[in-house]
């Protein structure tokens, strides 16, 4: 078998090692990008004069036979020919003869590769985009439906204060604002055409960069050639950004298996997102945000593995660097299942509204709401903290709730305390009373709704 590069070398390559270097086996997921870069490139060299429009076409018609061939699932890539660029170069010099050897002028894999890959972070980029505005609209859906739906809202998974389950579905719906902010600023840089910095240093052939950067979608060139062939920043950038998304939908998914546990019952997934168990009949599991949530490992884990390779290697390419591939297509892929389940998950959950203000009910999570009656009546807060941390423990003795207890009572621990009291100790009142900017009063919910469209 002829490589490519045989004409230094007098013995044929050992079979592990050929084995032990080709990325054909995972990098021809880049073969319409890599004919998409190719087809750019050639279409430059013939305008620029150096090679003539005969051979332009002639190329040009080869690589599109060949991207129809592997469309159509007919090349049978070999391991021998390395890696993607090599295969399908093989593959145009064997379809049109040796005049398929001149798409290679002026190119190195080097800037090949680094082009293929800012293609493919761009559409998947762009893809996760929309993913994600796809749960944000899910999020947004139900939010609108449960403004006044009324839980616990927790602090330390105790029950802190009450709040509107709109408002808690809405802080989700403004981490994946910041995902999705972030993932269209690293467009900016994903933009940058490396093409043209050829191995390392520039070519001698009077290129134009500015001409395949065009055609390819680029808004700008690497000004550095060096920069341009050993940059992955792009990669570790989709790669953190993922990391933190992944954050945001294993909290979420945390919240949900809670929820639907027996022991908070708040919502029900819809059957079509749990499985059951082989041997217990009355199970119903939700395996999706379990799985969810843990696919976070393998997320973080890519990203801590570029971080890695990357670290101490020299300029400009080295082989190390073909190690990159995995972990990003691994992180697209999951990441794009992630969300694509995500968003139908959460469209079709059934809310137990009366479960959750019955749990309203059985705590003492408005608690700081009669601190604040104490303060507004003059009391110090501290002051009042204290007495209304007397009034809970009596509550707690006597098994009375906070809303259980008479004026009377209420009045052994204070002579501030008058009938009003259980007016403001009601649940919505507590939820309405804080009206605060981005606060979980109902009107505030119903503005940031109102906030949240002008994102989408
Ligand atoms: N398969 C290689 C990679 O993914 C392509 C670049 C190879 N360049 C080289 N000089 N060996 O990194």
Same mark, same amino acid.
């Given at each position: 078998? #002829?490589?490519?590069?045989? /004409?230094?070398?007098?013995?044929? #390559?050992? %079979?592990?090692?050929?084995?032990? #270097? ?6 021809? %997921?880049?073969? %319409? ?45 070999? !391991? ?54 796809? !749960? ?12 006044? #739906? ?65 055609? =390819? ?11 341009? !062939? ?61 799985? =969810? ?7 973080? /884990? ?155």
């Amino acid at each position: 078998m #002829t490589k490519l590069w045989g /004409g230094r070398f007098t013995k044929p #390559t050992n %079979k592990l090692v050929e084995e032990y #270097t080709s990325s054909i086996n995972f990098d021809q %997921k880049l073969a %319409k990008q890599d004919i998409q870069g190719s087809l750019a490139h050639v279409d430059m060299l013939g305008k620029c004069g150096i090679i003539s429009q005969n051979e332009v076409s002639d190329i040009k018609k080869g690589l599109s036979i060949i991207e129809e061939k592997i469309e159509k699932g007919e090349v049978v890539f070999s !391991v021998a020919d390395e890696d993607i660029h090599m295969n399908i170069e093989k593959l145009l010099i064997e379809e049109i003869g040796p005049v398929g050897g001149k798409l290679h002028t002026g190119r190195s894999r080097n800037d090949q590769v680094a082009t293929d890959m800012h293609l493919y972070m761009r559409e998947k980029t762009e893809l996760m985009v929309e993913l994600v505005e796809q !749960v944000q609209s899910a999020l947004l859906q139900q939010a609108e439906q449960h403004v006044e #739906t009324i839980l616990p809202g927790y602090t330390h998974l105790q029950r802190a204060q009450p709040i509107s389950f709109g408002h808690h579905l809405l802080a989700y719906f403004w981490m994946f604002e910041r995902d999705k902010e972030r993932l269209q600023d690293s467009l900016k840089r994903i933009n940058w055409s490396p093409l043209g910095a050829a191995a390392l240093a520039g070519t001698p052939y009077s290129i134009d960069r500015e001409m395949t950067a065009e055609a =390819l979608g680029f808004e700008s060139v690497y000004p550095n050639s060096l920069d341009a !062939v050993s940059d992955r920043d792009f990669i570790l950038e989709f790669l953190s950004i993922s990391s933190i998304m992944i954050t945001h939908i294993s909290r979420l998914s945390e919240e949900l298996i809670l929820w639907s546990s027996q022991e908070f019952n708040f919502i029900e997934l819809d059957d079509a997102f749990c499985t059951g168990s082989s041997i217990m009949p009355q199970k119903k599991n939700p395996d999706v945000p379990e799985l =969810l949530r843990g696919k976070t490992g393998r997320i973080y /884990g890519n990203l801590m593995g570029l971080l890695t390779l990357l670290k101490g290697l020299p300029l400009a390419y080295n082989k190390d660097m073909q190690e990159d591939k995995e972990g990003m297509f691994d992180t697209a892929e999951t990441l794009e299942g992630a969300l694509s389940l995500l968003a139908p998950m959460l469209e079709s959950m059934e809310v137990n509204v009366g479960q959750m203000r019955n749990a309203v009910k059985e705590d003492y999570s408005n608690a700081t709401d009669i601190a604040d009656y104490l303060a507004i009546k003059g009391m110090p807060f501290r002051q009042a903290h204290e007495v209304i941390g007397q009034i809970v423990l009596y509550g707690i003795q006597n098994e009375k709730y906070l809303l259980d207890l008479t004026i009377e009572e209420y009045q052994q621990f204070s002579d501030l305390f008058e009938e009003d009291i259980f007016e403001k100790l009601a649940p919505e009142q507590v939820v309405a009373a804080r009206n605060s900017q981005g606060g979980t009063g109902f009107k505030q919910v119903y503005k940031q709704i109102q906030l949240a469209k002008q994102h989408m």
